[in-house]
Structures are given as C-alpha cells and as structure tokens.
C-alpha cells in the first residue's frame, strides 16, 4: 500500500533549497558581503564550499528517508551513462557560469577590462 506524504512535504525540501541556493558559490549574497566590508571574493567561495557540499547531503539523505518511508513511485527507465552524459552536454552552459564568475572577478574583467 502506498502511503501519501505529508502535503507539506514539498515544502520542506522547497525551504531546505532555499538556504542552500544562499550558501553554495557563487551567490549574490557573497559578493554583495565581500564588497560591503572588502573581503576577498575568492576566499568567500572557497569558505563556502565545504559547508555546501555539507548541506546538499543533507537535503540528499532527508528526501531518501521521506522516498522509502512513503514508498514514492520509481522510475521505469533504467540508469544510463550515454543518457546522463547527454544531459550533461546540455546543461554544460549553466555549470559552466560558477567558472565565467569566478573568472572575471579573478581576472578583474567583472569592473572593466
């Protein structure tokens, strides 16, 4: 028998997400800080990747708890490397601007070159 969730179970992972999108680099409330009191920018995003890292296991593991405990449906697919390496090629784009960020701000081409 499946067991329904919680309806406010959408909202805890939407609250969990929302501090982790604050934490992880690089987010607009780093640099805004780091230019307010002239902390490097860098050493904020290297602070603040362990604790990051941190926290998405977290929200990882508490989804995997509600998952077995409600008995939530699974995928028929089975996994496949040639379909998440073509959805890593997509996405390519959107992981690559954490890099384009960091670089201009490294490279000082985030005030004008």
Request: with cysteine; aromatic share 8%.
């Amino acid at each position: 028998m499946i067991r329904r969730p919680p309806r406010s179970t959408p909202l805890y992972s939407s609250a969990a997400s929302d501090v982790y999108k604050r934490q992880i680099p690089p987010s607009i409330m780093m640099i805004v800080l780091a230019n307010a009191t002239e902390i490097s920018i860098a050493s904020l995003f290297a602070a603040g990747i362990i604790p990051g890292i941190l926290i998405g296991v977290v929200i990882m593991v508490i989804n995997h708890y509600f998952a077995v405990k409600y008995n939530f449906e699974r995928s028929d697919e089975p996994f496949s490397v040639r379909r998440a390496g073509k959805e890593l090629y997509r996405s390519s784009f959107a992981l690559l601007i954490p890099l384009v960020l960091v670089g201009s701000v490294n490279g000082r081409c985030s005030i004008g070159c």
